[in-house]
C-alpha cells in the first residue's frame, strides 16, 4: 500500500449527532496532510495522530473561510500554544481570510497565531508538499474557495471544498484515482432557507457527479453532506451522471490509495474504534 485518506468529517454547515464538518487527513510515506479542519474534526485527528498536542501534522490546506471548513483549526492552535509552545510553526495553505479568522478568535493577538502556524497563499502554480505535489484552482463561492489536488507518483487526490458548478471542475478531478466532491444537495432539504444568493453556490449530488465524469476520475467520494440528508438516494442521484465506484464520506472512513492494480480495487474499511 502507498497512501491512505482517512475521513474526519463528512457533514455540510453544521455537524449531525455523532458526526463532524468537513476534514481529511493524508498520509503519503510517513507524511500527513490535514485537508480542512471543520467543526468537530479535531478530536478524531488527535487520535490518529497518537498526540493530544497534535505532534506529526507536516502541512494543513484549507479550502476557504466557513467555520465548518477551518473553525477546529483553532483548536488545533491552542493544542500547539498552549501544549508545544517554540516549536516550529507548521505550513499552512489556504486562501487570505482564515488566519484573520483565527487571531479574531484570540482577542486579535495575530502574532501568536503566526507562531503557530506559516501561512502561504495557496499556489495557482505546482509545488512541492513533502512527497507530494500540489496544486490549487479558485472555485465559486460565497467567499474565494479554492479546490486542492495532491498528486505523487503512485496517485493523485482531488478535493472540490465548496463550489458551485463551473469548468474548472474537470481540471482539478482530472484521471484522479480518488476526486472528492461537495454534495451539499440542498434540493433535499426544500424547508430550509434558501442561500444568500440566487446563484446556486454549492453542488448538488447529480452535479457532483456530472463533474467527476467530465474530470475523467476513476473513483468520486460524495462528501459536505447537509444536515439531516439521505446519504444513499445522494449517491443514487450520483450514479445516475458517473459509471465509477462512489463511496460516501463518512466519520473514520479509510481509503487506501496508489499502487493496487485497477483490476482489483481496494476496498474501503472504517477505521477501528
Ligand atoms: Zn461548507
Redesign the pocket.
Given at each position: 500500500m502507498s497512501g491512505r485518506l482517512v475521513v474526519l468529517g463528512s457533514c455540510?454547515?453544521w455537524p449531525e449527532p455523532g458526526r463532524a464538518?468537513?476534514g481529511f487527513l493524508l498520509e503519503e510515506k510517513g507524511f500527513r496532510v490535514v485537508l480542512d479542519l471543520?467543526y468537530g474534526t479535531l478530536p478524531r485527528l488527535l487520535e490518529l495522530l497518537g498526540s493530544v498536542v497534535g505532534d506529526g501534522i507536516d502541512a494543513v490546506v484549507i479550502t476557504?473561510r466557513?467555520p465548518?471548513?477551518m473553525i477546529d483549526l483553532h483548536g488545533l492552535f491552542r493544542a500547539r500554544w498552549f501544549g508545544r509552545r517554540g516549536a516550529p510553526s507548521i505550513p499552512l495553505y489556504s486562501p487570505p481570510g482564515v488566519l484573520e479568522r483565527l487571531a479574531t478568535l484570540e482577542e486579535g493577538d495575530a502574532e501568536a497565531v503566526r507562531q503557530v502556524f506559516d501561512w502561504r497563499e495557496t499556489p495557482s502554480g505546482r509545488i512541492a508538499l513533502g512527497p507530494l505535489h500540489l496544486e490549487t484552482w479558485a472555485l465559486p463561492?460565497f467567499v474565494p474557495n479554492v479546490g486542492v489536488r495532491l498528486s505523487c507518483a503512485d496517485f493523485t487526490l482531488a478535493y472540490t471544498?465548496?463550489t458551485g458548478l463551473d469548468p474548472t471542475l474537470a481540471d482539478l478531478g482530472r484521471d484522479a484515482d480518488l476526486y472528492i466532491v461537495?454534495a451539499?444537495s440542498r434540493d433535499q432539504q426544500p424547508d430550509t432557507p434558501p442561500s444568500p444568493t440566487a446563484k446556486p453556490l454549492?453542488l448538488s449530488a447529480r452535479e457532483a457527479g456530472r463533474a467527476a465524469t467530465a474530470a475523467g476520475a476513476h473513483r468520486l467520494m460524495l462528501t459536505?453532506f447537509w444536515p439531516g440528508n439521505d446519504r444513499e438516494q445522494s449517491r443514487a442521484e450520483a450514479a445516475a451522471e458517473f459509471g465509477g465506484e462512489i463511496l460516501l464520506a463518512a466519520e473514520g472512513l479509510v481509503v487506501p490509495l496508489g499502487t493496487q492494480p485497477r483490476a482489483d480495487p481496494p476496498r474501503p474499511a472504517h477505521f477501528p474504534r
Open positions: 455540510g454547515a464538518c468537513s471543520g476557504h466557513h465548518d471548513h463561492h471544498g465548496d461537495e451539499t454549492l459536505h
